[in-house]
Every structure is written in structure tokens, then in C-alpha cells.
Nanobody
Framework: QVQLVESGGGLVQAGDSLTLSCTAS????????VAWFRQTPGKEREFVAH?????IYADSALGRFTISRDNAKNTVNLQMDNLKPEDTAVYYC?????????????????WGQGTQVTVSS
């Protein structure tokens, strides 16, 4: 069993940067597929970024967001630069032991509780 805890959310202005962290307990994340999703009220939870043996980004995140592992801390980070108001959402971390490329919400077994990111214009 893996427990995931997200941190690092907050209120920032457009153009600012923010780093979200997903810290795991119970298992080592280094071989897991890990992704960040986000959700706004009334909308489906959408894929943002994935890391396994490679990294994959949604079009909205490409060039602005960077997903990376910190194995010493058993953490996966999401560095978000040049934030826009449309990035406002609750961001969720998800993990799966398969280690393969996964982009769909239903493919992930473990989820964190989410962290709010609000970008003001």
C-alpha cells in the first residue's frame, strides 16, 4: 500500500512559479509510474504530466511544467513556471507500480488528497 501526500500549493500571481511535491510512504516511488492530474469544479480530472522511464506532458503543460523524481526523499516534484490563471485547480498526485506510461485517471491505483493552486491575474 502506498500513501501519497501532496504539498506546495498556494496562491500566486500570473507569471510566477510554484513547485508541487508528492511524497510517498509505504513503498519506494523510484520504480513507479507517477503522474499529476488537476481538476476544477464541474470538470473532469485532467492529465498534466507523467514520469516513468520517460516523461510526458499535456499540451497545456509542455514547455512550462517539469516533472522529476527526488529518490532520496521518495518524492516526485512538479515544477510549474509561467503560471496562468487557467492553471488554477486542485492538483492530485497518482502512482501505479507498473512503471509503464499511463495517462488515464482509471489506470492509477493510488492517489493523494490534492493541493490547491490558485493563480491570480
Amino acid at each position: 500500500q502506498v500513501q501519497l501526500v501532496e504539498s506546495g500549493g498556494g496562491l500566486v500571481q500570473a507569471g510566477d512559479s510554484l513547485t508541487l511535491s508528492c511524497t510517498a510512504s509505504g513503498r519506494t516511488l523510484s520504480t513507479y509510474s507517477v503522474a499529476w492530474f488537476r481538476q476544477t469544479p464541474g470538470k473532469e480530472r485532467e492529465f498534466v504530466a507523467h514520469i516513468s522511464w520517460t516523461t510526458i506532458y499535456a499540451d497545456s503543460a509542455l514547455g512550462r511544467f517539469t516533472i522529476s523524481r527526488d529518490n532520496a526523499k521518495n518524492t516526485v516534484n512538479l515544477q510549474m513556471d509561467n503560471l496562468k490563471p487557467e492553471d488554477t485547480a486542485v492538483y492530485y498526485c497518482a502512482a501505479d507500480p507498473s512503471g509503464i506510461i499511463l495517462k488515464k485517471r482509471a489506470e492509477y491505483d493510488y492517489w493523494g488528497q490534492g493541493t490547491q493552486v490558485t493563480v491570480s491575474s
